[in-house]
């Protein structure tokens, strides 16, 4: 116990003077530094080993250690579902990219893991310095949320407001853009709008669930909300396709614009519009949520209601850096950001005249600003 002491005040000393050395350069030599500090060659040997495998110092053999870095390696591991997307590549690699520029010190790396397995054995089990999570599209359970907040390792949530639980994290004002979104179908003079839920209702998709046909309700609105069970790692455009065209198999839509919870399975919405004659978006506009890579790609391209994620993952990192060291005052990494409306193809304004009548303004009161609430994240 005494010899590892000894070694990590030596290991603190020899950090302060790696900054007098140019990168490449050569170190003290063993000889030099039993006599500057009065150490032990057990000491000294020990204190350059954690040097070296901190990746500050290069050891040649014969030839002595060299100045590799002026800070000890940052480890920083992003864990994301097995189901692995366009989106969560490029967030990974926005995070490496953005790391690196900030300092050649950091090292990132990113990992999938079973949506159905608890997180607590795969963070306790986890190397990094600082850990990343894309959470399930579960709710977190209570002893996920309370291993997080005692973690002497900093965990940080994307898209899931964790504030309340006092956690790091990131996310979006999903009421913000839930009211952009029905200002924008209305001023296209939509008065007859649907609903399909095609993803989970955990997170913000429930925010949105919830925020879109309230607000669309507000501003005198009518809202068809089409049932959809969406289950965890079972939901795709197949399921969206299958439960918009049973509904037009049996009604005729009494909707002019459609909002699909998820870009992805706005896909198959659009195809079911297809297969029974309607056009997008001259007869019925749609619209997805999340601003995904591939709405570019739709037939028509897709108008999406979303935030700039490349945005919001190089702000995450440039949090990290700079509370790397502060990470034990309690202050809390909380990154948020507004989804705004995106006009692709996909939606127009309603040939036929609107309704006559005005629509009063609507104001975002307190009680939207807290549709994400911690029960909602929570067994």
């Not at 500090?37 to 040097?51: E, H, I």
């Not at 935030?307 to 990154?335: C, M, N, P, Y």
């Not at 705004?340 to 104001?363: D, M």
């Amino acid at each position: 116990m005494l010899l590892k002491e000894r070694a990590k005040a030596l290991n603190a000393e020899l950090q302060k003077e790696l900054r007098l050395f140019r990168t490449g350069n050569k170190f003290y030599g063993i000889r030099e530094i039993l006599a500057r500090y009065r150490v032990s060659r057990r000491v000294a040997d020990l204190a350059l080993k954690t040097l070296t495998d901190d990746g500050l110092l290069e050891h040649r053999k014969q030839y002595g250690y060299y100045v590799r870095n002026f800070h000890k390696r940052r480890n920083v591991i992003f864990y994301h579902n097995q189901w692995v997307n366009e989106e969560l590549r490029e967030v990974s690699r926005w995070l490496q990219e953005e790391f690196r520029s900030l300092a050649d010190y950091y090292e990132v790396g990113s990992r999938s893991y079973d949506y159905r397995s608890n997180l607590i054995a795969l963070l306790e089990n986890s190397p990094a310095d600082v850990q990343i999570v894309c959470p399930p599209a579960r709710a977190l359970s209570r002893e996920e949320i309370v291993y997080a907040a005692q973690s002497p390792r900093p965990i940080i949530f994307m898209d899931r407001n964790l504030t309340d639980a006092t956690l790091h994290c990131t996310f979006r004002k999903f009421e913000y853009g839930m009211l952009e979104l029905v200002d924008y179908l209305t001023g296209l003079g939509h008065r007859n709008l649907a609903m399909l839920v095609a993803e989970p209702t955990v997170g913000g998709n429930r925010i949105e669930m919830d925020a879109f046909p309230e607000f669309a309700r507000r501003r005198g609105c009518r809202v068809t909300v089409f049932p959809c069970r969406a289950e965890v790692g079972n939901y795709s455009p197949t399921l969206a396709h299958d439960i918009l065209h049973a509904y037009l198999e049996e009604h005729e839509p009494d909707f002019t614009a459609l909002f699909v919870i998820s870009d992805y399975a706005a896909q198959g919405a659009i195809r079911a519009l297809a297969a029974h004659g309607y056009r997008v978006p001259e007869d019925i506009s749609v619209v997805g949520s999340g601003s995904a890579l591939c709405a570019d790609y739709t037939q028509p391209p897709l108008t999406t209601v979303g935030v700039d994620l490349h945005a919001s993952v190089v702000k995450l990192a440039q949090e990290i850096h700079r509370k790397w060291d502060d990470f034990d005052t309690g202050e809390r990494i909380a990154v948020f950001s507004v989804p705004h409306v995106t006009e692709r193809g996909s939606t127009c304004r309603l040939q036929a005249p609107p309704r006559s009548g005005s629509v009063p303004f609507l104001k975002l009161n307190s009680r939207h600003q807290n549709f994400s609430s911690i029960e909602r994240n929570v067994k």
